[in-house]
């Protein structure tokens, strides 16, 4: 990395920082844990527009898009927990059922292997519960 780079990307962080508690004063405590109560869930119709006719006109829905993301955070376990509860919670609100997404998941411990499954299994439960915000 140049140094040219390095205080561009600096500025940039910076400059983002800002944003972000111009936007939100309590970013500027930011905890990861919990990050994904700082995003409401989008209305079916945004996330149509944005996720299904956006990107791909031709291709995918936002349903479709979002179990498919749903399956790529298991896949990556823990580290994807506060993205993995976001996605479930958005995929039940653009049209997905519960027994969809448990599919996608369990389809998923080929891949991420059966500790990954688990854990998004426990996580996509306590987002069917409504008890995923009380961690």
């Known amino acids: 990395m140049t140094d040219e780079f390095s205080k561009m990307f600096k500025a940039l962080m910076d400059q983002s920082q800002e944003m972000a508690k111009a936007f939100n004063p309590a970013l500027e405590t930011f905890r990861v844990k919990g990050f994904e109560d700082l995003i409401p869930t989008m209305s ?3 996330m149509e527009m ?3 006719r956006t990107f791909n006109r031709e291709g995918l829905d936002a349903k479709t898009r979002l179990l498919v993301t749903i399956a790529a955070l298991t896949v990556l376990g823990a580290q994807a927990d506060s993205q993995l509860k976001l996605t479930i919670r958005h995929a039940l609100q653009a049209g997905a059922k519960k027994r969809e997404i448990a599919e996608v998941i ?3 411990s080929m891949f991420g292997g059966l500790p990954a ?3 998004a299994l426990e996580i996509a439960q306590s987002v069917f519960d ?3 915000d009380k961690e």
Request: proline share 0%; aromatic share 20%; glycine share 14%.
């Open 106 to 108: 369990y389809q998923m």
């Open 44 to 46: 079916k119709d945004f």
């Open 130 to 132: 409504g008890t995923d």
């Open 50 to 52: 944005a996720f299904g």
């Open 117 to 119: 499954m688990t854990r």
